[in-house]
């Protein structure tokens, strides 16, 4: 079955805790995404891969690393999280403009 | 400045009903897609849009892309209970993609 999955679902940190979301697709794309969704402010982009060893800055770039070794794999890298990081993250990897989207992981910083 | 702007934000109809949603910008992209969410869940992709002027049709749902490719809009006829959800609408001017804030939609039976 093709999918995007992430882990964990659910994170509970506390501020400075290094922690990483993985993210993992079988549909062999090239493009590949991070978002946070906050209320009111919709889907904004974190960071985007447009291929292996090729990351860009998304518009709510600070505070968050990624990087792109296997084209199977994103993983989004918090190195010392913050509470205004508390979000709901999503994985997305992308045919084109048409984008396929992980479950989600519901992250608190306290 | 959201590129996407959606309206309406919050609509609450009864189940028959028909509705528009609407996704405009300033900017002109090579394509616009509509998404749902539901809660606790991704978007999942409904339709894209490309060619100005496009209507394309996925049952009950209209979907219409502006003439100038700036807009776009979502018709549901006769909402049914299970159209209840989160209609997103997104483009990619460049390499990033944008979302519009949504329109919560809620069909009461």
């Known amino acids: 079955e093709a999918q995007v999955t992430q882990n964990p679902r659910y994170l509970i940190t506390v501020t400075g805790k290094k922690l990483t979301v993985t993210c993992s697709q079988n549909m062999n794309h090239e493009y590949m995404s991070w978002y946070r969704q906050d209320p009111g402010l919709g889907l904004r982009q974190i960071y985007y891969?447009?291929?292996?060893?090729?990351?860009d800055k998304g518009d709510v770039p600070e505070g968050y690393k990624v990087s792109r070794k296997e084209k199977r794999n994103f993983p989004l890298i918090l190195e010392s999280p913050s509470p205004n990081q508390t979000s709901l993250y999503f994985c997305?990897?992308?045919?084109?403009?048409?984008?396929?989207f992980g479950p989600g992981t519901r992250l608190t910083v306290l | 400045t959201q590129l996407l702007e959606q309206s309406p934000q919050f609509l609450s109809i009864q189940e028959g009903e028909n509705l528009t949603v609407y996704c405009n910008s300033s900017?002109?992209?090579?394509?616009l897609q509509w998404y749902r969410q539901e809660p606790g869940e991704g978007p999942v992709l409904l339709v894209t849009v490309v060619t100005g002027g496009e209507v394309k049709k996925l049952k009950r749902l209209t979907f219409q892309f502006g003439d100038a490719r700036k807009d776009s809009s979502l018709h549901i006829t006769a909402a049914q209970p299970g159209d209840t959800g989160l209609y997103l609408c997104?483009?990619?001017?460049?390499?990033?993609?944008?979302f519009g804030t949504g329109t919560s939609l809620t069909v009461i039976p």
């Open positions: 997104a483009g990619d001017p460049g390499n990033q993609f944008y």
């Open positions: 891969s447009m291929n292996v060893e090729v990351t």
């Open positions: 997305a990897s992308s045919h084109y403009n048409e984008q396929f």
């Open positions: 900017s002109v992209f090579s394509s």
